[in-house]
């Protein structure tokens, strides 16, 4: 008797996937109207690639194939933010352009343990995409939309090395930006950052980044999850744009013990430092990690574009770990407890501090209040530079001509954020508070009190709300004696940058006021 053997197959799929984007954004230029009367714009889709040994796209052979972009219509007539999901209109191919492929040059920081080079390089896509749409509704007329576009592009997958997601291998990847209405143009701004950053662990360190908009519009910057969207995984790495946008589009899954507010681990943070545009960095564990950054654009106070980017950022381990942050030098000013003053609504607000580091590294400094924002306190402080000639100990000045009513105000706080040149980076933040008291003397008696303008000044400054005769010396900050006046402009165009003093004699009365002079650049 014959027997049959029967041998069942399983058929298992495997994906052949690869680990290589570290980030991304897109941007966008009006190029006008197109002949069919439909808004044009030149998109930009600019990746950031892996080429270490894990890539499979070693610099300069980035992915060649088309990036498609999914276009779709807003749902709402204001908000590009709100609403629900959104409907694909059209769909478009930005093509690889191999001549603005570009290996990045990453700084990593000296005098580190366990420091590595990194690799990595843009690959840029681009295309001229007609914004208009061919309308079912309107027998397949093209249609320009009232409400705005979408534009999304999803691409898998990240690379391994990042902790704060679970599985950044096969999480995808979405890059978002939003395009106003046809009877809107605009052009997309730009935010200068470093894509990828290298820093030390257990130290605070600093992530510059400046803005520049080519049609004037303000720009709010916040720290988001990165985007995972709907369609791309480790199964579909190279997906096609669906039907429907997810909306809000779907963010990463975070790792364990991280989140959008502690996206290094517990105790670490993110923070934003607008004036100053800083990114404050903080970590406890050493290793690789994404964050997202979001642009909200506001043109006459209206929200008219919104653009997702990811950074990744790794954190070494650095040495030593004793090297402590500048602080307050009480030799060459106040001292650390000395950082609370109570003043006087019309007074004057005058110390020194100086900073000094006692590994001798190189002291920089900047500093955050809106204290120094004439929008919000007129005249505001400001603080100047008296001394830098070791690069260790260096010495300040804070002066503020506190104004009537500044008590209703009360208290001002201000922050110094003092770093070292270390490896590491060491950054010490101190804070300062003042409070402002009202003075019971008659208004009308304070509101003649003149001011000088500009303060600081380039060259020529303004003495302001004085009547009749009086008299200016000018005299250095060291009390040299530089020239007379009576006449109440003041021009100090031929002496050097630093801080003057001004001694108006008037009637029986002599004031004292004091004006910065900066560098002209």
Not at 37 to 55: R, V
Not at 92 to 117: H, Q
Not at 441 to 446: G, L, Q, R
Not at 479 to 506: E, F, R, W
């Amino acid at each position: 008797m014959k027997r049959l053997l029967l041998f069942v197959f399983t058929i298992i799929p495997v994906y052949i996937f690869s680990t290589h984007l570290l980030g991304g954004h897109m941007k966008y230029v009006y190029l006008g109207l197109s002949p069919n009367g439909c808004a044009q714009y030149q998109i930009s889709l600019i990746k950031y690639i892996n080429c270490d040994a894990s890539s499979n796209f070693q610099f300069p052979n980035a992915p060649t194939q088309d990036a498609v972009i999914g276009i779709y219509e807003h749902d709402q007539f204001s908000n590009p933010n709100g609403g629900g999901n959104k409907n694909l209109i059209k769909t478009a191919n930005l093509v690889y352009n191999p001549t603005l492929t570009t290996l990045l040059s990453v700084p990593i920081p000296s005098d580190c343990i366990n420091s590595t080079s990194k690799c990595v390089y843009t690959a840029t896509y681009e295309g001229t995409v007609e914004l208009c749409y061919n309308d079912t509704s309107n027998n397949g007329a093209l249609t320009p939309s009232q409400k705005g576009y979408h534009i999304i592009h999803e691409r898998c997958c990240r690379n391994n090395s990042i902790l704060n997601i679970n599985s950044p291998g096969s999480q995808g990847m979405a890059i978002h930006c939003y395009i106003p209405p046809d009877t809107l143009p605009n052009n997309s701004p730009s935010i200068h950052v470093d894509s990828i950053w290298v820093g030390c662990v257990n130290d605070t360190s600093q992530l510059p980044y400046y803005i520049n908009d080519l049609d004037g519009d303000s720009i709010v910057v916040s720290i988001t999850s990165p985007l995972n969207g709907s369609n791309s995984a480790a199964f579909n790495p190279v997906p096609q744009p669906s039907n429907i946008l997810t909306w809000p589009i779907p963010p990463v899954v975070y790792s364990n013990g991280f989140s959008l507010t502690s996206p290094f681990g517990n105790g670490s943070f993110v923070n934003l430092l607008y004036t100053q545009q800083v990114l404050n960095l903080y970590s406890y564990v050493q290793g690789d990690f994404c964050i997202g950054i979001k642009l909200f654009e506001y043109r006459n106070n209206n929200l008219i574009g919104i653009y997702n980017r990811e950074i990744q950022l790794t954190f070494l381990n650095c040495s030593p770990s004793n090297n402590t942050p500048p602080n307050l030098d009480p030799s060459q000013g106040i001292s650390a407890n000395q950082t609370m003053f109570t003043i006087t609504e019309g007074d004057t607000l005058d110390f020194d501090f100086g900073l000094s580091d006692t590994q001798n590294d190189s002291v920089f400094m900047i500093y955050s209040g809106l204290i120094f924002d004439s929008n919000h306190i007129n005249p505001p402080a400001y603080i100047s530079t008296l001394s830098q000639q070791n690069p260790a100990n260096t010495l300040h000045n804070f002066y503020w001509e506190s104004p009537v009513n500044s008590s209703f105000n009360s208290p001002f706080s201000f922050k110094l954020y003092v770093t070292d040149s270390y490896c590491d980076n060491n950054l010490r933040i101190i804070p300062f508070l003042i409070y402002v008291n009202s003075n019971n003397t008659s208004v009308e008696n304070k509101i003649y009190k003149f001011n000088i303008y500009p303060n600081p000044t380039k060259g020529i400054v303004e003495l302001q709300g004085i009547n009749g005769s009086f008299k200016v010396d000018l005299y250095d900050y060291a009390g040299k004696y530089l020239q007379s006046t009576i006449h109440s402009t003041i021009d100090l165009s031929n002496y050097p940058s630093g801080i003057y003093l001004l001694k108006v004699a008037y009637g029986d009365k002599t004031q004292e006021l004091r004006v910065v002079k900066e560098n002209i650049h």
